[in-house]
């Protein structure tokens, strides 16, 4: 039942945090890319305040806890968020969300020089070679035309973003005794305070919006940012960081398949065979370290007492080191007649030996 469940939370997201890149597709056709991140910001903020208001959530307080809020912020939205809607500009929506799977990659870079990852093992150096070969596939930059260029660039810095904006979540953030509805509507509230100043670069120009383009600009606001933020905060809160990482997996394919069907966008032989590499690359990096059995632990007495070792009070056999195990007889068969002892003979039980 739990596995259903977690199995579900994780479909779901990856169908909304992968819808994404088609809302921005569509509300970039009537917005520009300053205007497109503001308006995430504010109407994710907006949304999950109100929802902050019904549960009777209040917002963290403290000024060193807004501080990190405002650099978590930045990194993994305002940033991301801006760089997402500038590199749409050029390339498709489905191949920003293949190029934003390598956030894994870039996590486990970052992760490996702050000292939370020990080490790369050759299978993670081979993912990681393939992960960016991967891009590079994508890229294209042996052809004149390529795959968007710079807006290919942008992308794959906002997936860089996210990557330092999870790192530093997970390290200031999450399990400090914050509820996770107050800690995403305080990000967003901080990720709108920062991109208002940005407004002035091009987000002042009139708008002419259609219903369709309005509902897209709606959904991307209220439920890709937002509702979708949030659950992140709860997966990495619920079932931990790696389960969390499994949605990479999936938005690829979710923001593929959306771009072909509903904005009829082309997916090119090459595309997929870099999407392919990436995901190969990605998973080869998420292997879990094996088990060294000849590399023991030091064993304390709790520890043997909770797995029974010989010698603790809950080895079955009761033996000491050293001493032949005393293997108690089944319920209703009796036991061995007792040794009689001799006279002044020591209580040892060096006497059954003899």
Not at 43 to 67: D, H, I, K
Not at 128 to 135: E, N, Q, S
Not at 239 to 264: C, D, K, M, N, R
Request: net charge positive.
């Amino acid at each position: 039942m739990d596995r259903g469940r977690t199995g579900v939370r994780i479909g779901v997201l990856a169908l909304l945090w992968g819808s994404t890149f088609l809302w921005i597709e569509v509300a970039l056709e009537a917005l520009t890319p300053v205007q497109v991140t503001f308006a995430r910001c504010l109407l994710g903020a907006v949304t999950l305040l109100a929802l902050c208001l019904l549960s009777g959530r209040r917002l963290p307080r403290g000024s060193a806890v807004w501080g990190r809020i405002v650099v978590a912020a930045f990194f993994c939205n305002a940033l991301p968020f801006a760089l997402f809607s500038f590199g749409q500009q050029s390339i498709d929506s489905g191949v920003a969300g293949v190029l934003n799977a390598t956030t894994p990659l870039w996590s486990l870079l970052l992760g490996t020089a702050v000292g939370t990852e020990r080490g790369l093992r050759p299978a993670r150096v081979v993912g990681l070679l393939l992960g960016f070969a991967g891009v590079v596939l994508i890229f294209a930059p042996w052809q004149a035309d390529g795959s968007g260029g710079w807006g290919a660039l942008a992308i794959v810095g906002a997936a860089a973003g996210y990557a330092v904006g999870f790192l530093f979540m997970s390290r200031h953030l999450v399990g400090k005794g914050i509820p996770t509805l107050a800690l995403s509507a305080a990000q967003l509230t901080a990720a709108t305070v920062l991109t208002a100043p940005t407004l002035a670069a091009g987000g002042l120009t009139p708008i002419e919006i259609t219903p369709r383009q309005l509902i897209a600009t709606v959904v991307l606001g209220v439920v890709a940012t937002g509702v979708t933020f949030h659950l992140t905060y709860r997966n990495i809160a619920a079932e931990g960081a790696t389960q969390t990482a499994t949605v990479g997996y999936l938005l690829p394919v979710v923001s593929v398949v959306l771009g072909a069907v509903v904005l009829h966008e082309d997916f090119s032989l090459r595309v997929a065979l870099g999407m392919a590499v990436v995901l190969t690359g990605v998973a080869l990096t998420r292997r879990s370290t094996p088990a060294d059995p000849s590399r023991g632990r030091r064993v304390t007495r709790s520890g043997a007492r909770r797995a029974g070792l010989p010698g603790s009070p809950r080895d079955p056999a009761g033996a000491r080191p050293g001493e032949p195990a005393r293997v108690r007889p089944p319920r209703g068969v009796p036991g061995p007649p007792p040794v009689p002892r001799r006279r002044g003979a020591p209580n040892d039980g060096s006497h059954a030996a003899r």
